[in-house]
């Protein structure tokens, strides 16, 4: 028995369940069908306890779920075995923060949407360290430290990263003007990497209504398993249902729309730049 699933580990148990629940089967038939007792469906249905390959494909079976594809993305998923980069962290950091490296670390793509602050894939250490210098209640020095070591650590990550960014997140000062222009400095170099598209949306710029809030829409191996992370004041809030989904894809499809395209905002951002 698991003490504290992750992430992905409940995001597994959430699709097993979705499937039954589909089905039009409860817990206890399903439990009949696999010879188990219907707590060890409610274990697997929370995330407590795992599940086998065998099992699991058996219950794909009895679910009637013929979308191979879904179904071998969770294989993988009750399989993995990886101790991910970020388990040095579990006990110095909140479990969020281990959530979303986990879950960046399986994704197949990021696109992220920000008004107020540069998201963290592209901060600077000094960008970041202001930012977790201003939070509330204050963080110690080392507490502070510790976020900025785990924020560049998930930099290392090659996907497909797509980031409209709003004009109020490069003007807001998140620290003084030297951490401003390195920051806008940053973003000009990696707006020329092979896996970022970066575009930006100004404020004279019609259609802001469509960008009024932060998102990061991250890509699974199969778009089912696709996950939204939006910010709350308790910690990050993982979206995965269907319709959700659906309406923030669309969402950042029509974001995309009305911003400037990666050139336009790269001369955007140099403008920004030479005004420091």
Known sequence: MRREPTARQLRLATELR?????????????????GVSPAQITHIESGLAGVSEKR????????????????????????????????????????????LSELEHHAAFQRH???????GLLQTEDYARSV????????????????IRHRMARQAIRIPYEVVLHEAALRIRV?????AKAQLT??????????ITLRV????L?????????????????????TVVRDAPHGSVFIDAEAQLNTYRTTFHKVEAVSLGPEQSREFIHKLRKEL
């Open 18 to 34: 979705r499937l039954r629940e589909a089905a039009g089967l409860n817990s206890r038939e399903a439990a009949a069908l696999l």
């Open 56 to 99: 699991l494909r058996r219950l794909a079976s009895h679910y009637a779920c013929t979308d191979t594809e879904f179904i071998d993305a969770l294989v993988a998923m009750a399989t993995d075995r990886t101790r991910g980069w970020w388990e040095e962290y579990r006990g110095l950091l909140p479990t969020p923060f281990l959530d």
């Open 113 to 119: 949407v920000a008004i107020l602050y540069v998201p």
């Open 132 to 147: 977790f210098s201003s939070r509330l209640p204050e963080l110690t020095h080392d507490e502070v430290e510790l976020r």
């Open 175 to 179: 620290g003084d003007r030297v951490t």
């Open 186 to 195: 940053q973003l000009l170099a990696l707006s020329e990497a092979d896996h």
């Open 201 to 204: 949306i100004p404020f004279d």
């Open 206 to 226: 019609d259609g802001f209504a469509k960008a009024s809030s932060t998102m990061t829409y991250v890509g699974g191996s199969v778009p089912k398993l696709d």
